[in-house]
Every structure is written in C-alpha cells, then in structure tokens.
C-alpha cells in the first residue's frame, strides 16, 4: 500500500493538482496486477459509493489480435454526462506474467504520453512497466464528453500467449481538486494471431524500381523506394501500409520484412502479391541478395527464395499519377509555388489539374536519385531539404531545364523531388521528360503536358 499511501499524501498539496492534469502516476489503471491500484485511491465522489465504476458513464477501448512486432492503434473513450476535465491510463502485461511488461506504447499526439514504472517519461528502458496517460492539454478542460486519447501499441517481438489491457478513465468536474470526479475502469484479454504459414515466392526479375516505369527499372540504390512481387507475401486480402515507430518506417509489418543484403528495409506497403520498400542505406554496389522473412522476429520466421537485384550509385525514375499500357505516363508533379497537380486536365475523374505554362517552377516527384547531403538514414523522415550530391539535368521535349533543386522531399522516406523551370521555348503538348544524375537517365515514356 506504500504507492497508494503516498499518492494519497501527494493529493493534500498544491502539486497534486499539477500532477493530475500532467499525467497519472504509474501504476493507477485497475488492472489484476501485483501492485496495481485505481484512481479512487485520489480522486473520489462522496455523493456516491466508494469505488470506481459507480457514476454514469464509463472508460472504453478495444484492441485486436496482435500479431508478433505489429503495430495497432488503440483508443481509449471516457465518457461521462457530467464531467468537465478528463484522464486516462492503460497499461498491457502477458497473463502468463503479470509482474512483466508486454509490448511498447508510443504517443502520437499532445493528448497522450507515455511514462515509465520509475515516474520518467518514456521511451522506458527495455523490460520495464510503462503506462500511457493523458497530458496537461489532453484533459480538455471545459469540454463535455465523451473524449477519446489515441495512442500506438507495439506488440512484443514473439508470441508471449494472452495480453490483457488494463485502463482506467477519470471524469472529472474540472475544479482542480481530486473531489467530485468519476473513475471508471475496464479490461480486455488478446491472444496471438495465428502465426502465417505460407510459402513465400519472389518472382524472377520481380524486383523493381516502385515508379513502374516501362520498360521497369531493374535496379535501386541506398535509399530508393523499390517494389517486390510475387506470391504469398501475406494472406490472401492483406493490405497493410507504412507504421511509425519513434518517428521512423517501421522494418516490420504485420511480422513481414525484406531483407537487402541481410539488412532490414523499411516498409510501405504489404499484400499478398506486394511489397513496396526502401532500401537501405548500404554502400554496396554490383548485385545484392533480397529476401522476404514472414512471422519476423519470432521463432518461427518463414523465409523465401533469394533474388538478386543490382544496386548502383543512382537508379532514377519518375513516379507516375496514371500508368498507361502504352508505358508513357504523366509524372506525379505539382506547381512548386501554388502546389497544384499539374497535368492535363480530367487526367483523374474528379481531381484538379493544370497543365504547366512556360516560366513555370514545376516539382517532379522522383526516387533513386542517390546520396545527398545531408545525408539521411533509410527509414528516416527528412526534417528538411538535403540535395543530391551528384549534379542532375533534366529535358522537357528534348529543350534543357534550369534545375532549381535536386533532392528528398522534406517529411517523405526515399521521395526525392527536382524543382525546374519550365523553358520558354518548349512547344505545347505532353512533352518527353528525361532527368540524369551520374550519368544514369530516367527511362523513356514520361511526359508532362505543357499548355501555354
């Protein structure tokens, strides 16, 4: 009862009302834990019996089956008619281990942080008990209800049996005292999914710059967005996209992950048939193998063939906003000052686009363009602009363009964008575009329409 007695002490100064709207304290979410206790212990409603759960609302969340080293999103409601101010924690251990941490939690938002067992914020050193709770702006002082906290959970690495969550809500009346408030308490118990059992296949050649050019770029260089197919990447129905993990791609999706060169890429896209990557940041060049690793991390990793694929200084390509059969292809490009779509117009029902104009300052949205600097790690999300190393030229309809910028797309994993000017003496149409960087040009077929 030490914790509990001393909370209880902590609420009888002018920092306990600091504490309550910056967090809970550890260990406060109601859960079977050793140790583990409730908000009663501070906050209370005297016109009704002691306990959480007794007034008229109630604390919600719902989580699924995880699948080992998966990431879920998890929402925790706390809903009362008569609350003012509102806080939350949640916490998640294995049911074979009560006394044991089970996975990682990770805020996404002002609402929510996480802290550590030792009354630290997190990220919590490894094996320790973390709980995710509100933050000083996420009890939203004055609204009505019900409000919702939004955090990410990362399940363990293998298979630990059944997880069970604890959470906690308080429903507060916003007087900045732990009196008259609600605490309301839930539980939820989640097993493993089903660990997959397929026999993972990388087709010949099925290694590909992501752009999808025709005829395909058969080779990626560090950093560069490139696309595997083949069959039984994940279940049939499968379409799971890019995870955050502390602010960079997750190298695991769904307990899928590619391997280059026995290195992790980072994710984009996982289906059955599918997978879109970034290559790492490895200074090999000349061919390296790739791999697939299903139920990643666990004990029972399913590996598939190994493919090679060439990695060279620079491997450009366009990405495209429509792919043709024909293999020519409006690039995905926007006006660099009004940030339109620019192509022509009705290219894709129901969306806005220009065609450029002479003068214009046009950015062509690219991957495979090779180091820069700074340079910027795979999986990372670049804070800012970093250019290519290496010099790129670009022609519209056969006429040089004034490059203005060659490098990452700030915020974007392995996007790059060249900024031109279009020239003044281009013809109107949908002109042939070629960019090179070390000596290495896009392949034939892109076009951007230029209409005076």
Same mark, same amino acid.
């Given at each position: 009862?030490?914790?509990?007695?001393?909370?209880?002490?902590?609420?009888?100064?002018?920092?306990?009302?600091?504490?309550?709207?910056?967090?809970?304290?550890?260990?406060?979410?109601?859960?079977?834990?050793?140790?583990?206790?409730?908000?009663?212990?501070?906050?209370?409603?005297?016109?009704?019996?002691?306990?959480?759960?007794?007034?008229?609302?109630?604390?919600?969340?719902?989580?699924?089956?995880?699948?080992?080293?998966?990431?879920?999103?998890?929402?925790?409601?706390?809903?009362?008619?008569?609350?003012?101010?509102?806080?939350?924690?949640?916490?998640?251990?294995?049911?074979?281990?009560?006394?044991?941490?089970?996975?990682?939690?990770?805020?996404?938002?002002?609402?929510?942080?996480?802290?550590?067992?030792?009354?630290?914020?997190?990220?919590?050193?490894?094996?320790?008990?973390?709980?995710?709770?509100?933050?000083?702006?996420?009890?939203?002082?004055?609204?009505?209800?019900?409000?919702?906290?939004?955090?990410?959970?990362?399940?363990?690495?293998?298979?630990?049996?059944?997880?069970?969550?604890?959470?906690?809500?308080?429903?507060?009346?916003?007087?900045?005292?732990?009196?008259?408030?609600?605490?309301?308490?839930?539980?939820?118990?989640? &097993? $493993?999914?089903? *660990?997959?059992?397929?026999? /993972?296949?990388? %087709? #010949?050649? !099925?290694? +590909?710059?992501?752009?999808?050019?025709?005829?395909?770029?058969?080779?990626?260089?560090?950093?560069?967005?490139?696309?595997?197919?083949?069959?039984?990447?994940?279940?049939?129905?499968?379409?799971?996209?890019?995870?955050?993990?502390?602010?960079?791609?997750?190298?695991?999706?769904?307990?899928?992950?590619?391997?280059?060169?026995?290195?992790?890429?980072?994710?984009?896209?996982? &289906? $059955?048939?599918? *997978?879109?990557?970034?290559? /790492?940041?490895? %200074? #090999?060049? !000349?061919? +390296?193998?790739?791999?697939?690793?299903?139920?990643?991390?666990?004990?029972?990793?399913?590996?598939?063939?190994?493919?090679?694929?060439?990695?060279?200084?620079?491997?450009?390509?366009?990405?495209?906003?429509?792919?043709?059969?024909?293999?020519?292809?409006?690039?995905?490009?926007?006006?660099?000052?009004?940030?339109?779509?620019?192509?022509?117009?009705?290219?894709?029902?129901?969306?806005?686009?220009?065609?450029?104009?002479?003068?214009?300052?046009?950015?062509?949205?690219?991957?495979?363009?090779?180091?820069?600097?700074?340079?910027?790690?795979?999986?990372?999300?670049?804070?800012?602009?970093?250019?290519?190393?290496?010099?790129?030229?670009?022609?519209?309809?056969?006429?040089?363009?004034?490059?203005?910028?060659?490098?990452?797309?700030?915020?974007?994993?392995?996007?790059?964008?060249?900024?031109?000017?279009?020239?003044?003496?281009?013809?109107?149409?949908?002109?042939?575009?070629?960019?090179?960087?070390?000596?290495?040009?896009?392949?034939?077929?892109?076009?951007?329409?230029?209409?005076?």
């Amino acid at each position: 009862m030490r914790r509990a007695l001393l909370t209880s002490l902590l609420w009888l100064t002018p920092v306990a009302t600091w504490a309550f709207v910056t967090g809970a304290d550890p260990r406060l979410t109601g859960g079977p834990f050793p140790t583990e206790f409730d908000c009663t212990e501070c906050h209370s409603n005297t016109a009704l019996p002691f306990g959480p759960n007794k007034g008229p609302g109630n604390v919600s969340f719902s989580v699924q089956k995880y699948t080992p080293g998966a990431k879920q999103r998890i929402t925790v409601t706390v809903n009362d008619p008569s609350a003012r101010r509102w806080g939350f924690e949640i916490t998640a251990r294995p049911a074979n281990a009560l006394g044991s941490q089970a996975g990682t939690f990770q805020n996404i938002d002002g609402n929510a942080q996480v802290i550590c067992d030792n009354l630290t914020a997190g990220p919590c050193p490894t094996g320790m008990l973390q709980f995710a709770t509100h933050t000083r702006n996420g009890t939203r002082l004055g609204q009505t209800g019900p409000i919702s906290f939004d955090v990410d959970w990362t399940a363990p690495a293998s298979d630990v049996g059944d997880i069970i969550f604890a959470a906690a809500g308080n429903a507060a009346n916003g007087n900045d005292q732990p009196t008259g408030d609600n605490i309301y308490t839930a539980q939820a118990r989640i &097993s $493993a999914e089903s *660990l997959v059992t397929l026999n /993972p296949k990388i %087709s #010949a050649g !099925g290694i +590909v710059g992501a752009g999808l050019s025709t005829p395909p770029v058969q080779a990626i260089t560090a950093n560069s967005i490139f696309s595997i197919f083949g069959t039984d990447f994940a279940p049939a129905g499968t379409f799971k996209g890019a995870e955050l993990v502390n602010g960079r791609l997750s190298t695991n999706v769904g307990g899928v992950c590619v391997e280059v060169a026995g290195a992790r890429a980072p994710l984009f896209f996982v &289906s $059955a048939g599918q *997978l879109n990557a970034q290559a /790492p940041t490895l %200074s #090999a060049t !000349g061919q +390296v193998p790739v791999d697939i690793v299903l139920n990643c991390g666990t004990s029972n990793e399913i590996r598939s063939n190994v493919e090679s694929v060439m990695m060279q200084a620079a491997a450009p390509q366009f990405f495209f906003f429509v792919q043709n059969d024909n293999g020519k292809n409006p690039i995905a490009a926007i006006n660099a000052v009004s940030f339109g779509l620019m192509g022509t117009t009705g290219l894709i029902p129901g969306v806005t686009f220009t065609p450029a104009k002479p003068g214009d300052i046009v950015a062509l949205y690219s991957t495979g363009l090779g180091a820069t600097n700074p340079a910027y790690q795979a999986g990372e999300l670049p804070g800012g602009i970093g250019s290519t190393t290496s010099p790129v030229t670009v022609t519209i309809g056969g006429v040089n363009a004034d490059v203005l910028y060659a490098g990452v797309a700030p915020g974007l994993a392995g996007l790059y964008q060249i900024n031109i000017r279009v020239p003044d003496s281009v013809p109107d149409g949908n002109l042939p575009v070629s960019a090179s960087v070390a000596s290495v040009s896009t392949p034939a077929g892109a076009f951007l329409t230029v209409k005076r």
